[in-house]
């Protein structure tokens, strides 16, 4: 087997396997973080078309300190409207500017994850990262002292080290399988249809469209990447054997795509049928999200139905919060770090498997053909339409749906990372819970306290009358906010992904200094 000069490399923090978004995003965040990358990716050219077309608000927001939610925002639809269509009638909603006071992003975003995957790479070529296309992984390791990757490329084949291996790779994970990690869970009996086609002038776009019937839902949005719409529905799968979970599959005849459209009594005929394909769906999760070196993020570490939108959006945010544990901890791999690296799997893992839940429950909504959903579709959601614009109308009401299914409630309060110091802050954020945006105050300035902590690194918010801490435990990896609209004497340390870590009603520099050498603060920064 020919070796190749590429064995010579140094070796290097991270090996990210896999450049979608959430590998791209896990190289950004640990490389924000101090530690050096590496990006490796089997295939020669980026994917196409676009299979994920949402991005959620709790997504936005963990990227903005990684300076790509505005470029994001600008390939965005930031105001969306869709059209339920519930028998014969027809529900209008905006999905735009909802009742979220404490984010940022009150919205839900479509944007094609062609354009995400866009912006993330080119953030990372902006820091001297780029992605290594056409480079597969054969197998990785544990070696006691680091990691060890075997990597195939058409320059011959190279044994990589580096201080961990995070598998980005998909379903049929290479690092998850090197890693003997197995996964439980079971394959839809539903299948997802996806197609570009042209529907004419006669169906001009107007926002995303929503068709229910008995036999599952069919959705038109206007992002079609080689015709004007993306067509998406739900079927019962026509072959249950050797799929490819979460790819897109063999083509879909023009005529059979063309009596999804009629069976939701929409006068439109397809003139032009760009691409098409069937993809096999499957809901499972990983029995443990690491082990030793190795790591895994996204799809490699769970799968579910598309309902919700969640796959590209539990990826990013997986990445989130394992990039910025292995940047800080790179250069100091080792048994001091366990409980850092190990929080990784407690934190994630369980809001996987609450996801799970989610999407399986919308998923048996959206697509069973059993009788009791078929007939919610096809009689009840059309009997009880009338009733649902005064329930959109009821604004709290929608943005507490979109909170749910955008992540913004997920916590690490059982997360050895979750500390409360002595006395306890009274009416701050839980350690564990996500930080919410508000107006503060500081020196001065009135701003917004999301785009004050737009930065990477652990953030110390001290209230007004609070002492300073010492200045051994600030650094370069530490920056201290004085809010001096909130007064009291407390603290509140906020993880790089925005979820409180440490509260004191005090600066107990003791404490203080134990919780961010638990966070990988070393003294010096």
């Known amino acids: 087997m020919a070796h190749t000069d590429r064995a010579m490399m140094p070796p290097v923090d991270v090996l990210v396997v896999g450049a979608g978004t959430t590998g791209l995003t896990l190289a950004l965040q640990a490389h924000a973080h101090g530690a050096s990358v590496r990006v490796v990716e089997r295939r020669p050219e980026p994917f196409r078309p676009s299979r994920a077309l949402i991005l959620h608000p709790r997504t936005l927001e963990v990227l903005r300190p ?40 009150p919205q839900l975003s479509l944007v094609r994850q062609a354009h995400v995957e866009s912006v993330l790479t080119r953030a990372l070529t902006d820091r001297g990262v780029a992605v290594e296309r056409g480079t597969e992984l054969l197998t990785a390791r544990d070696d006691g002292h680091g990691a060890r990757a075997v990597l195939r490329s058409a320059h011959g084949i190279e044994e990589a080290r580096c201080s961990s291996v995070v598998g980005c790779d ?51 949005f206007p992002l079609g990447e080689q015709a004007p719409w993306r067509l998406l529905a739900t079927r019962t799968s026509a072959d249950g054997s050797g799929r490819d979970f979460g790819q897109p599959g063999p083509a879909v005849p023009r005529a059979e795509l063309q009596r999804l459209v009629d069976d939701t009594g929409l006068e439109a005929v397809i003139e032009r049928l760009a691409w098409s394909a069937r993809v096999p769906l499957q809901c499972r999760l990983a029995r443990r999200f690491r082990r030793g070196r190795l790591f895994l993020a996204g799809d490699a570490a769970h799968n579910y139905s598309p309902a919700t939108g969640q796959g590209m959006n539990a990826g990013i945010q997986d990445a989130v919060n394992l990039g910025w544990k292995l940047g800080l901890t790179a ?39 059993g009788r009791v959903p078929s007939w919610l579709r096809a009689v009840g959601a059309p009997w009880a339409a009338p009733l649902v614009p005064a329930l959109l109308d009821r604004r709290r009401l929608v943005a507490e749906a979109v909170r749910l299914i955008s992540q913004l409630r997920v916590n690490y309060r059982r997360s050895p990372l979750s500390v409360d110091g002595t006395p306890r802050l009274w009416g701050a954020p ?20 999301h785009g004050l902590l737009a930065r990477p690194g652990v953030h110390l918010l001290l209230q007004r009358d609070a002492d300073p801490p010492p200045d051994v435990l600030t650094g370069p990896r530490v920056t201290v906010l004085r809010l001096t609209n909130s007064p ?16 004191c009603g005090a600066v107990d520099p003791a404490a203080l200094s134990a919780w961010l050498s638990l966070a990988g603060v070393t003294a010096a920064g």
């Not at 190990?342 to 429950?361: F, I, K």
């Not at 009291?488 to 509260?503: E, K, N, S, T």
């Open 66 to 105: 990684l300076g790509v939610t505005e470029a994001l925002l600008d390939v965005a639809d930031t105001a969306p409207t869709a059209r339920v269509h519930l028998g014969s009638r027809v529900v209008e909603a905006g999905l735009g500017d909802l009742a979220l006071p404490d984010t940022a992003f």
């Open 170 to 220: 998909g379903p049929a994970s290479a690092v998850r399988e090197s890693a003997g990690i197995g996964w439980y869970g079971r394959p839809y009996a539903e299948e997802v249809i996806l197609a570009d086609v042209d529907l004419g002038s006669a169906f001009a776009p107007f926002g995303a469209q929503v068709f229910a019937g008995r036999d599952g839902l069919l959705f038109l």
């Open 331 to 369: 250069d100091r791999l080792g048994p001091g770090t366990d409980v850092l690296l190990d929080s990784y799997d407690g934190e994630r893992r369980s809001a996987a498997q609450g996801r799970m839940v989610l999407t399986h429950a919308a998923f048996w909504a959206e697509a069973s053909t």
């Open 430 to 449: 839980r350690p564990g819970d996500r930080l919410p945006d508000a107006t503060v105050s500081t020196d001065g300035t009135v701003g917004r306290l």
């Open 488 to 503: 009291g004497r407390g603290l509140l340390a906020v993880r790089p992904d925005g979820h409180v870590g440490f509260r």
